[in-house]
């Protein structure tokens, strides 16, 4: 159950939370530590690129007052939103039902189909929206080959809701799978036992202990499509602008740096209500009660013909995903993508005569920021969950605040406060690292917090009244329980500084570079063979880093767990 | 708790160690990757000047350097169409140098007070799917106008003039050819059979190699580059004529390395250095009237092209990319 803070904490005084800190002086530096570095790596960016937006000669608004005189920008604006709220619902629908049908319902297959799920998760940028023209453009697989439609429209709201969904329904289908596996089927048997149909054990027991997690699912969706920038690039085309593009184009093809942290600054607006609203709102409202595992009792859940239904549409989801990853496979072995599909290996060779340098940057940069997020996630939420000290609720909000910041405000946000002493960072490896380390650190956090919040601090207090002092249960007792978000925080970690490039694209540098930066490159190029040649070495580094993660956290912490990220 | 902390504290500190290093000339160049690789090692094979380089589009590039204007990173800004080193020399970001070699060049291609030496030119190009040209019963188009027919509705890829410099040069040089109005209701027109405009100058070679667009409008090296690759592209150059793009070279203003950066603006406008642009098979057309042209390449003087003003094209950017938005654009 949720630990709620009981109001009495608030109002003790805080010279005794300062009293017992500074018994504890390693704590203290620590406090200290993670508020100088949050205060740097994500205050002073989002300060710096408000302050672009807002340094003219004029009054402090003129530049977004003009922004916005422009009806093509006002588009862009309710565009946003639309696309944001449309995804939002899509992707949260296709992830409730395989949810729904991976917890609830007897099918075969359902490890392979929980497996292929999540697979989106790792896609590399731009290279998907490809796929999408392959499978279902003009000249697409699917809908030229298939079923002979020439023009299919597949620019615009209709394609980009299509990637969007794919891109993003993994994120909810992971969370609403956690929330469903937690509602203890024993409510659903009694309401059956007490002779409940079994739409309405749905509709009245199992749906409504679910609301909070579909409504948190979907601002989560909301924000990261709202900041999404690689589909759109790709298929909105300019019929459809996006704030996110826009303010990207402002920067990279008007050369107004302020007019586009003034529309990034924008992009702020909905998408820090809707943070601020699944964080305080909808996640208070969480009905969630975890004891152990959960039991399944599935049997019951839905009828035959459903079972049936359910099980196609999962399969149909199946084939999407392998669809879509296909197509690179093939296009990276293929001697020209989307015409000659004869074999080669050139693409490789060329890959890896071009981008060796490159792979072993981005590896470095993945290997460097990956335990540091790791371990800076777990440490925030162990200090949030269990110590008191002033500002607490301060370093939560902070430590989460980068998630709902656009990747491209923390980008030109880097370049601006870091490119002078004291933080004289730019063109080095610490500022890539930095930015993946606070930048995708939340996700951590917000799995520790989480599983810090299902074990009983007893044990813990136990430790310390045998003597142990808190750097000792931190790393002894916390650490090695949490180790399941610990091992999520770190994959989590890994998977987006190889994958992400909102940011980083700004950040690249001679002696840095990154793979994905170079697939973005390869692409503009036309190199489409070596773009998906690189994209499927980045997945198969990534598959690779997950089983050697999930190696040194087994063998450090001793515990075997459920792969869950 | 206190190793975890210690390992995060080296961790930064190594990262920090791992720094830049002086004498080597850095570029940021917009030419694109493998060009730009082919072109520097055959400078540093040259001179001997250790080179090393980051691909960034124009508008990162710029950014990059305003952002960095009180500590430059870099030396050199290599590649991008010379209106965009207009930009840069009047915001203050680089210095100017005049190379000896520019003397032989035209003047067009050159700052008249050294701020930026153009050292090639790519014309704008339409291609055609051959395969859906054939599929499709049409007759390769001649002329601009040709593109207005009925067959080519939902077919016609090109950037946006928002976002793309590529699709500006086109606008601009149509103004510059035809006069603004009849420009635009030519762009109006061909808008009915536009599928997408892209953001990126470069997507629409992508689209009409894959079949998803049977047309394409963009600068000719992609075209060439697939039609290398073995894609079923036909190149067509409209007989009204085309633009063309002439990218540059300036000197970042502090530039660490001013004199290896010096090496290399005389390096690439030399006969030598322009010869590398065919011997390298970058696609690009050289500007130095002595240099060859190579094969795979019609000669330059072939190509009907329209004379291009970077300095009014410049000046006049924000004035037609809002009149192309809301009279060219709204019309959707």
Known sequence: MLSTPAAGRRLRPVMQDLGRLLREPWLLISILLIFAMLGIFIILPLIKVVDMSVASDGSPFEIYTNLFKSWYMRRAFTNSLLMGALSALTSVVVGFILAYTVTRVNIPFKRLIDMIAIIPIISPPFVSSLSILLLFGNNGLITYNLFGIRNFPIYGIRGLLLAQTVTFFPVAYLSLKGVLEAINPALEDAAFDLGASRWTVFRKITLPLAVPGIASAMLVVFIESLADFGNPLVLAGSAFPTLAVQAYLQITGMYDLPGGAALAVTLLIPSITAFVLQKYWVSRKSYVTVSGKPTRSTVKAVGPVMRWVLFGFAMAICVIVLGFYGVIVVGAFSKAWGFDYGFTLRNFTYVLDVGFETILDTLTVAVTSTPISGLIGMFIAFLVVRKRFLGRSAMEFTSMLSFALPGTVIGIGYILAFNQRPFLLTGTLTILVANFVFRYVPVGIQNGIAALHQIDPGIEEAATNLGANSQTVFRRITLPLISPAFFSGLVFAFVRAMTAISAAIFLVSADWNLMTVQILNQVGSGRLGAAAAFSLLLVGIIVVAIIVIRLIVDRLFGVRFETRF | ?332
Do not use: C
Request: no cysteine.
């Open chain 2, 1 to 332: 708790m206190k190793r975890s902390i210690l390992v995060v504290a080296v961790l930064l500190v190594l990262s920090l160690a791992v720094s830049a290093s002086a004498n080597t000339l850095t570029v940021y160049s917009s030419v694109d990757e493998e060009n730009a690789r082919a072109l520097l090692n055959a400078f540093t094979q040259s001179t001997g000047i250790d080179v090393r380089f980051v691909f960034l589009s124009s508008g990162p590039a710029l950014a990059r350097m305003e952002a960095e204007k009180n500590n430059p990173q870099a030396d050199v800004w290599l590649g991008a169409p010379s209106e965009n080193h207009v930009l840069a020399k009047d915001r203050g970001l680089t210095q100017p140098y005049m190379s000896p070699n520019a003397a032989a060049l035209d003047a067009k291609f050159y700052d008249p007070e050294g701020y930026w030496t153009s050292f090639y030119m790519n014309p704008m190009g339409v291609a055609i799917h051959t395969g859906w040209a054939e599929r499709a019963g049409i007759e390769m188009p001649e002329s601009w106008y040709d593109l207005l027919k009925p067959e080519f509705r939902g077919e016609i890829q090109m950037p946006t003039p928002q976002s793309s410099g590529t699709a500006y040069n086109l606008v601009a040089s149509m103004v510059l050819a035809w006069g603004e109005d009849e420009a635009f209701d030519y762009l109006k027109e061909l808008h009915k059979n536009i599928q997408s405009y892209t953001q990126s100058g470069t997507a629409p070679s992508q689209a009409v190699a894959i079949g998803q667009a049977g047309v394409a409008i963009q600068f000719t090296p992609a075209f060439l580059k697939l039609m290398d690759e073995g894609y079923p592209l036909k190149l067509i150059f409209p007989k009204e004529g085309v633009g063309y793009e002439a990218p540059a070279v300036s000197i970042i203003k502090g530039a660490p390395n001013i004199e290896a950066a010096q090496a290399l603006v005389d390096w690439l406008i030399s006969v030598e250095g322009q010869n590398k642009l065919s011997e390298l098979k970058t696609y690009f057309f050289p500007v130095h009237p002595e240099a060859s042209t190579g094969e795979g390449l019609p000669a330059f003087s072939d190509i009907p092209t329209i004379d291009y003003d970077a300095l009014w094209a410049g000046d006049n950017r924000e004035y037609l990319v809002n009149k192309w938005i809301d009279e060219v654009l709204r019309g959707q």
